[in-house]
């Protein structure tokens, strides 16, 4: 189903992607301000350069005895005579040769070459800091506005877009968990019924069969039922005697053992208690105990152990079986190991979800047509 952090995740893919082809623009537009800026502070420059060749002027026609020379908090400038040396400076901690304000690289500067005076210049450099901070600023706020349209009109887009096909999934979702609830009663009576049934006729091989497939049918409707409602699962923990629990789900699987001549081996060491949640046991157990005896040979032996360690307990699966090919696979939803035996290959999918949720280790231990082994550790 299409949920809020889904939604979230599309938009910010197209807002990324419609920055990404905005940022062209812009940065043509930053290119073209960074130019605009330049020729503004070149004429400047000269301004303020004719401002001063205009007080040497009227000091020389004046006559005075000395020269005030122009200063100023935006501009520094030098005055040259006619060997590049340096005459006079607006800013003694910014004296530089005649060649020096070639090199600078944070500052903008003009040189106007200078008619015969009184102070013997012939060169006069005017300089002044490079500030784009205004260009960056604007920058900055058209695309922060550029941003939180795109990010409306992405939102409104997606939103329109997606409206269908969540509409669609909360349809499937109730038409499935009303089918679900409708399956549960029928089932429910099936197993009744032929349980009686198995009780009048016993070792009845059709009637064997019969239970065997309704405890699938109700493995596969169990897996459909947590899957749907896994977000639904209360975190309700219980003390549970991990002993007893799989010694019943043993016995609960045994009519599908024994009709492909299959037998159990326990080594279930007694009471053994961890808090778990009832549901979520259900699901690791009969899903290892389902698939052990789905994927094992006819008359072959499957070996169930459960063991205390020091600071652990191991619960563990072993099969004779015809192996898995790759094990890294096999936690995929929707696996199968073939296409023969049936069910949705989501049972594992689940028990690997429990068992990250719950910090169980899985190890799976195999080899093709010699068997497979799950061991699971819980800490304690």
Same mark, same amino acid.
């Given at each position: 189903?299409?949920?809020?952090?889904?939604?979230?995740?599309? +938009?910010?893919?197209?807002?990324?992607?419609?920055?990404?082809?905005?940022?062209?623009?812009?940065?043509?537009?930053?290119? @073209?301000?960074?130019?605009?800026?330049? &020729?503004?502070?070149?004429?400047?420059?000269?301004?303020?350069?004719?401002?001063?060749?205009?007080?040497?002027?009227?000091?020389?026609?004046?006559?005075?005895?000395?020269?005030?020379?122009?200063?100023?908090?935006?501009?520094?400038?030098?005055?040259?005579?006619?060997?590049?040396?340096?005459?006079?400076?607006?800013?003694?901690?910014?004296?530089?040769?005649?060649?020096? $304000?070639?090199?600078?690289?944070?500052?903008?500067?003009?040189?106007?070459? /200078?008619?015969?005076?009184?102070?013997? @210049?012939?060169?006069? *450099?005017?300089?002044?800091?490079?500030?784009?901070?205004?260009? &960056?600023?604007?920058?900055? +706020?058209?695309? /922060?506005?550029?941003?939180?349209?795109?990010?409306?009109?992405?939102?409104?887009?997606?939103?329109?877009?997606?409206?269908?096909?969540?509409?669609?999934? *909360?349809?499937?979702?109730?038409?499935?968990?009303?089918?679900?609830?409708?399956?549960?009663?029928?089932?429910?009576? @099936?197993?009744?019924?032929?349980?009686? /049934?198995?009780?009048?006729?016993?070792?009845?091989?059709?009637?064997?069969?019969?239970?065997?497939?309704?405890?699938?049918?109700?493995?596969?409707?169990?897996?459909?039922?947590?899957?749907?409602?896994?977000?639904?699962?209360?975190?309700?923990?219980?003390?549970?005697?991990?002993?007893?629990?799989?010694?019943?789900?043993?016995?609960?699987?045994?009519?599908? @053992?024994?009709?492909?001549?299959?037998?159990?081996?326990?080594?279930?060491?007694?009471?053994?208690?961890?808090?778990?949640?009832? +549901?979520?046991?259900?699901?690791?157990?009969?899903?290892?105990?389902?698939?052990?005896?789905?994927?094992?040979?006819?008359?072959?032996?499957?070996?169930?152990?459960?063991?205390?360690?020091?600071?652990?307990?191991?619960?563990?699966?072993?099969?004779?079986?015809?192996?898995?090919?790759?094990?890294?696979?096999?936690?995929?939803?929707?696996?199968?190991?073939?296409? &023969?035996?049936?069910?949705?290959?989501?049972?594992?999918?689940?028990?690997?979800?429990?068992? *990250?949720?719950?910090?169980?280790?899985?190890?799976?231990?195999?080899?093709?047509?010699?068997?497979?082994?799950?061991?699971?550790? $819980?800490?304690?």
């Amino acid at each position: 189903m299409i949920n809020s952090k889904s939604e979230l995740k599309y +938009i910010v893919i197209q807002v990324t992607i419609t920055l990404l082809i905005a940022l062209i623009p812009i940065y043509f537009y930053i290119d @073209a301000t960074k130019n605009n800026q330049d &020729i503004k502070d070149k004429i400047d420059l000269q301004n303020y350069a004719n401002q001063i060749i205009l007080k040497i002027d009227y000091f020389e026609r004046q006559n005075n005895n000395i020269f005030y020379y122009p200063r100023s908090n935006i501009y520094f400038s030098s005055i040259f005579d006619k060997n590049k040396n340096l005459i006079f400076s607006s800013n003694e901690s910014l004296e530089f040769f005649y060649e020096d $304000f070639k090199k600078f690289k944070d500052k903008f500067c003009y040189q106007k070459e /200078l008619n015969q005076n009184i102070l013997d @210049a012939s060169s006069l *450099i005017v300089c002044k800091n490079s500030d784009y901070s205004e260009v &960056i600023y604007n920058a900055l +706020i058209l695309l /922060l506005i550029v941003t939180f349209f795109i990010f409306l009109l992405s939102f409104f887009v997606i939103k329109q877009s997606i409206e269908p096909y969540k509409k669609l999934n *909360i349809y499937l979702d109730e038409f499935l968990k009303d089918v679900m609830h409708e399956l549960k009663t029928p089932i429910g009576v @099936a197993r009744i019924n032929i349980d009686m /049934l198995s009780m009048r006729l016993r070792n009845d091989k059709n009637i064997l069969r019969v239970k065997s497939a309704l405890k699938n049918m109700t493995i596969i409707y169990e897996d459909l039922e947590y899957y749907m409602q896994q977000h639904e699962v209360k975190e309700l923990k219980t003390n549970i005697n991990l002993s007893s629990f799989l010694e019943k789900r043993v016995e609960f699987f045994n009519d599908l @053992a024994v009709a492909r001549n299959i037998v159990f081996h326990k080594n279930i060491e007694a009471n053994i208690e961890i808090v778990f949640n009832e +549901i979520e046991a259900y699901r690791i157990i009969d899903n290892n105990l389902s698939n052990a005896i789905k994927y094992s040979k006819n008359s072959s032996n499957i070996y169930v152990s459960l063991k205390k360690e020091e600071n652990s307990i191991k619960l563990i699966f072993k099969d004779e079986g015809i192996g898995i090919k790759d094990t890294s696979t096999i936690f995929e939803r929707y696996y199968r190991g073939d296409k &023969i035996t049936g069910g949705f290959g989501i049972g594992l999918s689940i028990v690997k979800n429990i068992c *990250i949720k719950n910090s169980i280790k899985i190890d799976v231990e195999s080899k093709e047509n010699f068997g497979t082994t799950f061991i699971y550790t $819980f800490n304690l």
